[in-house]
């Protein structure tokens, strides 16, 4: 199972996303960081691998750029506010999961306001934020692979404030193949055929950003 799974619109900055995973992947091995058009193999039943992913990671990095919030489909709907976006349903399930979420911010973006989200994935506006600048990413990558190294413990031995022992994993299930149900008003996540329970236990980071 990855550590450290990316969420990203490709079309919102995409500089950032195959930045930083490749540099991730030079710090935690290519098996700890989780990138969806990287790590799923042609012909693999996306959902459950996309799932399966996420519920085995520790850390959900969501990369926000300028255009994150205002992004629209072809109907002219916000794609935040789609049920089935994938981007806001990878956040509702680390939130309710537990998954440290840590916002990254790219090259001035802002967090978005609370009444601008939809009410599943409003946490995310009360978690600390990081930043990635491409023009400073040579200070800002070693920033964040400082702060995750207290999660997740680099390849090649430890630095310094990396704990001797990793926290424990987030909760992960059995998920069926057909994808997962996110049951928004309890504090479980259950697959479509109620194999797995994952009790939510995550408490809300305020802070403000830099």
Do not use: C
């Amino acid at each position: 199972m990855s550590e450290i799974f990316i969420n990203y619109r490709s079309d919102d900055d995409s500089y950032a996303a195959p930045l930083l995973d490749n540099h991730l992947r030079t710090v935690f091995g290519d098996g700890n960081v989780f990138k969806d058009s990287r790590s799923i193999e042609a012909g693999t039943d996306f959902p459950p691998r996309l799932w399966s992913a996420l519920m085995g990671s520790r850390l959900l990095l969501v990369l926000i750029g300028k255009r994150w919030l205002t992004l629209t489909d072809a109907s002219s709907r916000r794609r935040i506010d789609h049920p089935d976006d994938y981007v806001r349903r990878e956040i509702e399930a680390a939130l309710l999961a537990g998954i440290r979420v840590i916002p990254v911010l790219l090259d001035g973006a802002k967090l978005p306001r609370v009444d601008d989200l939809p009410v599943t994935v409003r946490g995310l506006t009360t978690r600390q934020a990081m930043h990635l600048r491409q023009r400073e990413s040579e200070i800002d990558l070693p920033a964040i692979v400082n702060e995750l190294s207290k999660w997740v413990r680099p390849i090649k031995g430890t630095t310094e404030g990396v704990p001797d022992q990793a926290a424990p994993s987030a909760a992960r299930g059995n998920f069926g193949s057909d994808g997962v149900y996110f049951e928004r008003g309890g504090t479980y996540i259950k697959d479509l055929h109620g194999n797995a329970d994952v009790v939510s236990g995550d408490k809300n980071v305020y802070g403000g950003t830099p």
